[in-house]
C-alpha cells in the first residue's frame, strides 16, 4: 500500500499563483509515477502532469507553460506549482501514485483548487 498526503490549493485571482505538494508512503518501488489528474464539477477526470522519479514529465497541453512539476524522489514528494491560473483551472485535483513494476495506482484524497474571475 501507497499513502498520499497532498497539501496546497485554495483560492485565487485569475492569474494568480498556487502551489501542491503530494508525498507519498508506504510500500515505495524503485521505479514509479507521481502525477496530477485534476475533475472539475460534471467533467471526467483528467491528467495534468506526471513525472517518474528519474525525471521524465508529461504535461498536459493546456496547462504547458503555466504549470511546472517537479519531484524531490529521495523524500518522495511531487510538486506542481500553477502560474497564470484561470478559471477553467478550477477543480478538485487530485495527487496519484504509479508502480511501474505492478501498473498499479493509488490516489491521494484530493484538494479543491478554485480560481475566481
Known amino acids: 500500500q501507497v499513502q498520499l498526503v497532498e497539501s496546497g490549493g485554495g483560492l485565487v485571482h485569475t492569474g494568480g499563483s498556487l502551489s501542491l505538494s503530494c508525498a507519498a508512503s508506504?510500500?515505495?518501488?524503485?521505479?514509479?509515477?507521481m502525477g496530477w489528474h485534476r475533475q472539475a464539477p460534471g467533467k471526467q477526470r483528467e491528467l495534468v502532469a506526471t513525472?517518474?522519479?528519474?525525471?521524465?514529465?508529461v504535461v498536459h497541453d493546456s496547462v504547458k507553460g503555466r504549470f511546472t512539476i517537479s519531484t524531490d524522489s529521495v523524500r518522495n514528494i511531487v510538486y506542481l506549482q500553477m502560474n497564470s491560473l484561470k478559471p477553467e483551472d478550477t477543480a478538485v485535483y487530485y495527487c496519484?501514485?504509479?508502480?511501474?513494476?505492478?501498473?498499479?495506482?493509488?490516489w491521494g484524497q484530493g484538494t479543491q483548487v478554485t480560481v475566481s474571475s
Open positions: 496519484s501514485f504509479e508502480n511501474t513494476y505492478t501498473r498499479r495506482q493509488f
Open positions: 508506504g510500500s515505495i518501488s524503485s521505479l514509479y509515477t
Open positions: 513525472a517518474t522519479n528519474r525525471g521524465r514529465t
